[in-house]
């Protein structure tokens, strides 16, 4: 059972590209969430879903987009890398009234 | 605007001397308190749910503990494999299934 997977696990991108990072779930869960977590700031919600085809800002969603196609499947891209991306991504999910459960994240260096 | 706050940022215990960690939340109706461990390099692994004043729960060393304001994370006798990143984290009445999390208590147990 591998519960949420996040690829990839590093990744170093230059100024101004753009990548996506793939978040999958096996769970059947309906909601999904990415973070972003930085020393001194904890985990900060970027965008979630509560079902397939939907998405919703967070806290902190400038700079990202996302997409949630099919149900098992969560998306984040960066249309334009910026250094202050530099984080580590954790995608979660979880049922309605079930904890969040999360990948193990993707390192990610903007030079 | 939900709010959390975990103290001390920094813990460190000889192998066998019990502490507590404290998590104070500041909540628009309170759902659920959860608290998550995070090793170096990992996502944040579940530990426990809390949802009303009074209510504990314990898993082997740990028992988390919960009232209107605060809950603690009491650790008994712990071990070096004890050590980690305690995040503690709430989901109030208005936010659906979305978390706000804390920045964490960074623990070293030493042997």
């Known amino acids: 059972n591998a519960g949420v997977t996040q690829t990839p696990k590093f990744r170093v991108l230059k100024t101004g590209q753009s990548m996506t990072l793939l978040c999958a779930q096996d769970?059947?869960?309906?909601?999904m969430y990415w973070y972003r977590q930085d020393p001194g700031m904890g985990l900060r919600l970027i965008h979630y879903?509560?079902?397939?085809?939907?998405?919703a800002k967070g806290e902190v969603p400038d700079g990202y987009n996302v997409s949630r196609l099919k149900k098992q499947n969560f998306l984040l891209g960066l249309e334009s890398a910026a250094p202050s991306q530099t984080s580590v991504y954790f995608c979660?999910?979880?049922?309605?009234?079930?904890?969040?459960?999360f990948g193990d994240g993707t390192r990610l260096s903007i030079l | 605007e939900d709010q959390v706050t975990q103290s001390p940022e920094a813990l460190r215990l000889q192998e066998g001397e019990s502490s507590s960690l404290n998590c104070s939340y500041t909540?628009?109706?309170?759902?659920?308190l959860f608290w998550y461990r995070q090793d170096p390099g990992k996502g944040p692994e579940f530990l426990f749910t809390?949802?009303?004043a009074g209510e504990e729960k314990e898993k082997e060393r740990l028992k988390a503990t919960l009232t209107k304001k605060e809950s603690f994370l009491h650790i008994t006798a712990p071990k070096p494999e004890d050590s980690a990143t305690y995040l503690c984290?709430?989901?109030?009445?208005?936010?659906?299934?979305?978390?706000?999390f804390g920045e964490g208590t960074q623990l070293t147990v030493n042997p």
């Open positions: 809390l949802y009303s």
């Open positions: 984290a709430v989901q109030a009445g208005t936010s659906g299934s979305r978390l706000t």
């Open positions: 879903s509560v079902g397939e085809g939907t998405t």
């Open positions: 979660a999910s979880s049922g309605a009234v079930q904890p969040q459960h």
């Open positions: 909540v628009s109706g309170l759902r659920g």
């Open positions: 769970m059947n869960h309906e909601y």
